[in-house]
């Protein structure tokens, strides 16, 4: 169900490297106009995670300045000098952990990376695909950890894998090697000095903790950082902490995060129940990231999912991953 799912992204490092900071999308949308926008890193002592200078939104404000569109400019910039979640792809992962992460190092920042990659993702859906099979899986984390290194690094590991384990999506004969896959992915990571790393625990308008508990505990918890909750989706903030603290009570009292991203108005309620998570409309953005949230347990407010990046192709929408401008325009627009 998540749409910031990454592909074509070989030589990214490079990329980051070459040309300051590329985000490395190899999806087609363009070179960003002739003018790149200054963005700024947030605070460190409030946000300590790295602004990519040319990600999508930065490239788009470009756009609108080369067409002397300040207005719609001034709406991206909402977006674009927020740090958000890079979703490392599957053809160079090695790459593009090292290029990212580099990347945030020389700005001073840590970087934040989405790992979603695992076999028989997303069930057939909008963003189908992921490793070919378990040994191609745990060849790509091993990769991801090779980039990553000594540098510091937030890991968002596999948005749905778990939950989809807990509603039955995913077909019984993958559930052992999908818990061992993600217990291996968290120890692997951990091995790094560094990187923190989360397990994805859904959300707040999906499943009960009662629910997650046990499968969050085959699936590594105990050596995770902890978990991340509402990624790619719209329960309000108040609702995901309640949430967190329930399930936080149930796996050792551990730390979660919460995707802010567009969480701003809360969930949809219109059309059809089973699609109201993707690209609903009236949304707006949420609390920008911050580790400062005022809760022990609420390690920090992030931008998992892109804002501005489809869900998939519903509600006139293009494919999942990809760059959707009107969409992020209505965002800023509805973000008071």
Not at 6 to 35: E, Q
Not at 236 to 257: D, I, R
Request: proline share 7%; with cysteine; aromatic share 8%.
């Amino acid at each position: 169900m998540y749409g910031s799912v990454k592909t074509g992204m070989a030589a990214v490092g490079a990329v980051l490297l070459l040309a300051g900071c590329s985000s490395g999308d190899g999806d087609g949308d363009g070179d960003g106009g002739t003018k790149n926008p200054v963005v700024s890193q947030q605070p460190k002592e409030t946000d300590p995670f790295w602004v990519n200078p040319q990600g999508k939104a930065a490239r788009q404000v470009a756009v609108y300045l080369d067409d002397e569109d300040d207005k719609n400019a001034e709406l991206i910039r909402k977006i674009a000098e927020q740090p958000v979640g890079e979703w490392i792809g599957a053809e160079d992962p090695e790459g593009e952990a090292k290029g990212f992460t580099e990347a945030a190092v020389k700005a001073d920042r840590d970087a934040l990376l989405v790992l979603y990659n695992i076999p028989h993702r997303d069930c057939g859906q909008f963003s189908k695909g992921g490793a070919s099979d378990g040994n191609a899986y745990r060849a790509w984390i091993d990769s991801v950890a090779k980039g990553i290194g000594d540098r510091p690094a937030t890991v968002i590991l596999e948005p749905d894998a778990i939950l989809h384990l807990v509603d039955g999506c995913t077909p019984g004969e993958f559930h052992e090697e999908r818990y061992d896959l993600l217990k291996g992915a968290v120890e692997k990571l951990k091995t790094l000095p560094n990187t923190q790393v989360y397990l994805d625990a859904g959300n707040a308008g999906w499943q009960s903790p009662d629910a997650l508990f046990d499968p969050l505990k085959r699936a590594g918890i105990d050596k995770a950082d902890g978990f991340a909750v509402n990624v790619s989706n719209f329960q309000t903030t108040q609702a995901s902490t309640e949430f967190g603290k329930k399930l936080s009570a149930k796996v050792g009292n551990k730390p979660f995060v919460i995707d802010t991203s567009r969480n701003g108005n809360g969930p949809y309620t219109g059309g059809d129940p089973k699609e109201n998570w993707c690209n609903p409309p009236g949304r707006a953005l949420g609390e920008t990231p911050t580790t400062k949230t005022g809760d022990p347990l609420v390690k920090a407010y992030l931008w998992v999912k892109r804002p501005g990046e489809s869900d998939g192709d519903c509600k006139g929408g293009p494919k999942a991953g990809d760059w959707w401008p009107q969409y992020a325009l209505e965002l800023a627009r509805n973000t008071k």
